[in-house]
């Protein structure tokens, strides 16, 4: 993992989003991690356009991410709703 997100932070994010700071494995978690990554990661890109490396690393998140909501979305509709409005990701 990358320096900017300790273990504390992924603790933080499954314990809000998890509902348990070592349910790791809970699909909101992941959607949750994957998109503080992806924000982390698109600051890095606005600052070091060049970044072609970072750049693919984002790409593949957001298709991770992607898939997992897809998955949620055919699983449980309203926790997806609920997900999507809390993390801001649609509009």
Do not use: W
């Not at 992924?10 to 809970?26: L, T, V």
């Not at 998109?35 to 606005?46: A, E, F, Q, V």
Request: positive net charge; charged residues 30%.
């Amino acid at each position: 993992m990358a320096v900017y997100l300790t273990k504390e932070k992924k603790r933080e994010i499954f314990a809000e989003y998890g509902g348990n700071p070592d349910n790791s494995g809970s699909t909101e978690g992941q959607i949750a991690l994957f998109t503080y990554r992806i924000n982390s990661l698109s600051d890095h890109l606005r600052a070091n356009k060049k970044d072609h490396s970072c750049r693919r690393t984002l790409l593949t998140l957001v298709g991770k991410r992607r898939k997992l909501l897809a998955y949620l979305a055919s699983k449980d509709i309203q926790k997806y709703r609920d997900l999507i409005a809390k993390l801001g990701i649609r509009k």
